[in-house]
């Protein structure tokens, strides 16, 4: 009983910056996880991060230290900080939303975005 709209995706050289933004319908919003995953051509979706509604945050290895995410429930949003982007960053960004704990497994994401692009050239 929740949309999420992304937004922010779009083509960046190698080394530099894109901020991801989702947007999340309804008032329940500090009661999620939110989680960001992404996809590239031929590959499975896969996480990337996630933020609990008490503040508890995990990355996935290959993206600690350059990317963040954070979240402002007084707007419903929240957000991927990406830095010194590589080409291998290159996929379709997803939002995700779960009731309660935080997890990495797309499994238990019941509420999803419809993704954005985010390019990287080298």
């Known amino acids: 009983q929740v949309q999420l709209v992304e937004s922010g995706g779009g083509l960046v050289q190698a080394g530099g910056s894109l901020k991801l933004s989702c947007a999340v319908s309804?008032?329940?919003?500090?009661?999620?996880?939110m989680g960001w995953f992404r996809q590239a051509p031929g590959k499975a979706r896969e996480f990337v991060a996630v933020?609990?509604?008490?503040?508890?945050?995990y990355y996935e290895d290959s993206v600690k230290g350059r990317f963040t995410i954070s979240r402002d429930n007084a707007k419903n949003t929240v957000y991927l900080q990406m830095t010194s982007l590589k080409p291998e960053d290159t996929a379709v960004y997803y939002c995700?939303?779960?009731?309660?704990?935080?997890?990495?497994?797309?499994?238990?994401?019941?509420?999803w975005g419809q993704g954005t692009q985010v390019t990287v050239s080298s």
């Open positions: 309804g008032r329940s919003f500090s009661s999620f996880s």
């Open positions: 995700a939303a779960r009731y309660g704990s935080s997890s990495v497994k797309t499994s238990d994401f019941g509420s």
């Open positions: 933020r609990s509604q008490s503040g508890y945050t």
